[in-house]
């Protein structure tokens, strides 16, 4: 059998570019200079099946209408909603993604910037490596996380792991979302963020990013959480008013955050910087080279099964 | 730990029919410490104890960790009673203790909470690199060089510890939580314990990603995690050391990060704090740490809380509360 003629949009993994390679005929608009995709494109229309995108980094639509024999969009990605899925059911191709890998990661992360806002951990190392612990002693005492009450907006995948995690540390569970979850008794459901801000010691916020939840974390619910609390993000940065956070951290109406996203990524807001009580981290929610393996072989698994017409394994359309 | 005030000697009350209990200090107290325990004890520095003191006195407190010898508890000769507000009492010469009959108290559960919750902070730390991350970010990375290079996933990673006491037990629950399979290190298997047991640390590290250091300073486990050991965790494992600098070679420790005989570390404790070796500063496959893991409070109180209910029991001639074997 010819193997299946695949389109490489974006810059991907080095690990995924080679296994695509190994398997498929691997064309890579990446390598063509902008002004020569028209022609690359078209010199391939009659030939590329299948199209493989990060859309991460954005999904340009022409590319995808100009392939008349287009099969498959496989996202390199759990969101894509960059993509149009319309048009692509409307002709008929197909579009996977990659849910469920980067759960652990992301639950992971959300529980260690927790505990280092809380214990102040990259402070420490700051502390220690400019030799301020052997001229200044010890560090003043920093706040505990076990048996601390958190908060989780979104009890989705990522907020269950999240939930599961944090109980091993003792602490009470409660959560927000439209509706509750039958399935969780033990978790306390609450009806408003700004209930649950009031509630909780450490908010979490691991929802999708849509109409209702964008700014959920409003002032509002900033000072429900107040002096002592610790807002995480491991969302997206548009889920907080980031311009309240900045000054709610500065003047301590909020106790501390860890924030793996931010509204205008990759600037930070340079009011961070300078705060003790923040931990930042730059978007690495799945930043592992497990779990990057996991989305490419998932990638790959999904246009092998296709090639050979068998049902895709997760697919969106 | 912070340094506090200096104990408020109370003579008026010593001659009363009713005196204070003397108890010495070997070291300055903590403010956290000074109003429940002068309300009900002569608190006076072992330095500072006149002859009369030294020749009655039947307790002696640590706060930190100063270096209680032979010659300090010979010194006593009433001693009957070292209350250490730590977890570890490797700064107390136990065999002298033992010898003279001298009982030792150590914190108990106080600390077990936040130095399990410290140390898996520090593992997630040293994986996702969230110090060096957060570093990196404030340095302005992020803008001007683009994505930070991949971490190390933390879930399923295979977690030893060495020392499955009170804080490893934590340790075990916690990471078990994040769906890493937990073996330990002891001097013998725990009866009923569900994790697997590893008769030496070598053994031990050979099967796990994340290697564990939450046991006793001993004259057994002083320098347990030496270059062997190192090897057999390998240049993809993580040393995490919550209990003492002295239980790990330093210097092999420093050789083995740098030269990827290991692949990373998380460090509250060292062996001659607060020095630190300083080619660990410039190693972006480390976190350190000030020995803050216990440093919060919640156990400040813990711990003063059960060094009170020792020294109360102690002189009310009632069991002490958290008695180390000795």
């Not at chain 2, 340094?3 to 010593?14: F, H, K, R, V, Y």
């Not at chain 2, 004890?41 to 009655?56: C, E, G, K, M, N």
Request: with cysteine.
């Amino acid at each position: 059998m010819e193997s299946m003629a695949v389109l490489l949009l974006h810059p991907v993994d080095k690990y995924l570019e080679q296994e695509l390679d190994r398997r498929f005929r691997l064309l890579r608009l990446v390598d063509v200079p902008p002004d020569g995709h028209a022609d690359f494109l078209r010199a391939h229309a009659a030939s590329v099946r299948a199209v493989v995108t990060s859309c991460g980094s954005g999904c340009d639509a022409a590319p995808i209408d100009q392939l008349q024999r287009l099969q498959i969009v496989a996202c390199y990605s759990v969101g894509y909603d960059l993509l149009d899925l319309d048009r692509c059911r409307h002709r008929g191709v197909r579009v996977t993604n990659t849910p469920g890998v980067l759960t652990d990661d992301v639950a992971d992360l959300a529980v260690g910037l927790a505990i280092a806002a809380l214990r102040r951990i990259p402070n420490a190392d700051h502390y220690v490596r400019n030799g301020r612990w052997k001229a200044n002693g010890h560090y003043a005492l920093t706040t505990r996380f076990s048996g601390k009450r958190v908060g989780i907006i979104g009890l989705g995948r990522i907020g269950l792991a999240i939930a599961k995690r944090v109980e091993a540390f003792g602490c009470p569970v409660s959560y927000y979302q439209r509706t509750r979850q039958a399935y969780y008794p033990t978790y306390t459901y609450l009806r408003t963020v700004v209930d649950l801000a009031a509630n909780s010691d450490v908010l979490v916020v691991a929802c999708a990013l849509n109409e209702q939840s964008r700014g959920i974390v409003s002032r509002e619910v900033m000072e429900a959480l107040g002096p002592g609390g610790v807002l995480v993000n491991v969302g997206r940065g548009a889920h907080v008013d980031e311009p309240e956070l900045v000054a709610a951290l500065s003047e301590g109406r909020l106790g501390g955050a860890g924030l793996d996203v931010f509204d205008d990524e990759p600037d930070v807001p340079e009011a961070l910087m300078a705060l003790h009580n923040v931990v930042l981290s730059p978007h690495v929610g799945s930043g592992t080279w497990e779990t990057r393996k996991a989305m490419a072989d998932l990638v790959v698994a999904n246009l092998e099964v296709h090639a050979l017409n068998k049902p895709l394994l997760t697919p969106v359309v | 730990m912070a340094q506090g005030g200096q104990p408020i000697l109370d003579a008026t009350e010593s001659g009363g029919p009713n005196p204070k209990p003397v108890v010495l200090l070997a070291d300055p107290l903590i403010d956290e410490f000074e109003p429940e325990l002068s309300a009900r004890y002569r608190l006076v520095p072992v330095a500072d104890a006149d002859a009369a003191t030294a020749a009655s006195a039947r307790a002696l407190l640590t706060v930190d960790l100063p270096a209680v010898t032979s010659d300090v508890i010979d010194a006593l000769p009433a001693l009957e009673l070292v209350v250490a507000s730590s977890a570890g009492v490797d700064h107390v010469d136990l065999a002298a203790c033992r010898r003279r009959g001298v009982r030792v108290t150590n914190a108990g559960d106080a600390y077990s909470a936040d130095a399990a919750d410290y140390a898996v902070g520090l593992a997630v730390a040293a994986l996702r690199r969230v110090a060096a991350a957060d570093a990196f970010v404030r340095r302005g990375g992020w803008s001007a060089r683009g994505e930070y290079p991949l971490a190390t996933k933390v879930s399923g990673k295979r977690v030893g510890i060495v020392g499955l006491g009170r804080i490893g037990a934590q340790v075990a629950r916690r990471l078990a939580a994040f769906g890493c399979p937990v073996a330990y290190h002891s001097r013998a298997p725990k009866p009923g314990c569900p994790y697997r047991f590893f008769a030496t640390a070598r053994a031990l590290a050979a099967d796990s990603d994340v290697l564990v250091l939450s046991c006793a300073l001993t004259a057994e486990t002083r320098r347990l995690v030496n270059r062997e050991v190192m090897e057999a965790l390998g240049a993809g494992g993580v040393l995490v050391n919550v209990g003492r600098g002295a239980l790990v070679d330093e210097p092999e420790l420093v050789r083995c990060l740098r030269e990827g005989v290991i692949g990373g570390a998380g460090l509250d404790v060292y062996d001659g704090e607060p020095d630190v070796p300083p080619e660990l500063f410039a190693m972006d496959n480390v976190v350190l740490s000030d020995h803050r893991a216990v440093l919060t409070p919640e156990s400040m109180q813990g711990v003063l809380d059960i060094v009170a209910g020792n020294l109360q029991a102690f002189f009310a001639g009632r069991p002490l509360l958290s008695p180390v074997t000795l």
